[in-house]
């Protein structure tokens, strides 16, 4: 069973334009978000993180929302830019224990941002 | 050097042969984990080590599958009797190792692993 789950496979956005990716997970032990981004043939580079205690963590054109009842969060990319196109990777870190190291992650949405 | 690296960068090996693949974590870097990414899915926990020793191996599999840090800088995840469904990319990475998960992990480019 997948606790964080990313439901779009790919998205395509015009330059300039935002980009809006979502993530939803089931495990109520995750307090702490994060996303990471990756390019082909490379490892996955974090991006921006949020613990559960905000809603909303803003960092450059990038800003992550959480929506902790409805176990919902999402980045924000404005405006963007043909270099954003890539894997984007939400992941999730729990409370205690083994939880609370081990990143557990989406599939991935492949970003498209077309000039 | 400034990033995790691993090597092999790519591997062809057939079924049921031995393999090696090595990761070097970033200087300082005291925490060291290995993922494993399938095609189509986002990575997925492996291994932890603190140090020397491996804090948590859940994620291995099953007993073909060994990591060790001896020294607590350079890993080596061992995989024997290799089978076709241990293809993937498997991912280092580190972090400072004090805070537990909230800190950065910091990714290799990964070891692509095909086994024929």
């Known amino acids: 069973d997948q606790q964080v789950k990313q439901n779009s496979p790919s998205l395509s956005v015009q330059e300039g334009r935002i980009s809006i990716l979502n993530c939803d997970y089931t495990?109520?032990?995750?307090?702490?978000f994060l996303w990471y981004k990756k390019y082909p043939a490379e490892g996955p580079t974090f991006l921006i993180s949020?613990?559960?205690?905000?809603d909303k963590n803003e960092d450059g054109r990038f800003t992550v929302f959480l929506n902790k009842s409805a176990k919902h969060l999402s980045l924000h990319i404005v405006p963007s830019q043909p270099g954003d196109s890539a894997v984007y990777f939400c992941a999730a870190i729990g409370n205690s224990g083994a939880g609370s190291y081990q990143l557990t992650f989406g599939k991935g949405t492949k970003l498209s941002v077309i000039p | 050097g400034a990033g995790v690296s691993q090597t092999p960068s790519n591997k062809v090996t057939e079924k049921g042969k031995y393999v090696e693949l090595r990761c070097d974590p970033i200087?300082?870097?005291?925490?060291l984990y290995w993922y494993r990414q399938s095609l189509g899915q986002g990575p997925e926990f492996l291994i932890y080590f603190q140090g020397t020793g491996a804090a948590d191996d859940s994620g291995l599999p099953n007993d073909r599958f060994f990591a060790v840090r001896p020294e607590g800088s350079v890993s080596t995840l061992k995989i024997q009797r290799t089978e076709r469904g241990d293809s993937a990319v498997y991912l280092c990475?580190?972090?400072?190792?004090?805070?537990?998960?909230?800190?950065?992990?910091?990714f290799g480019p990964g070891t692509r692993l095909l086994v024929l």
């Open positions: 200087s300082g870097h005291t925490a």
């Open positions: 990475a580190s972090s400072r190792g004090a805070a537990g998960g909230r800190e950065t992990q910091y």
């Open positions: 949020i613990s559960s205690i905000k």
């Open positions: 495990n109520s032990m995750f307090d702490y």
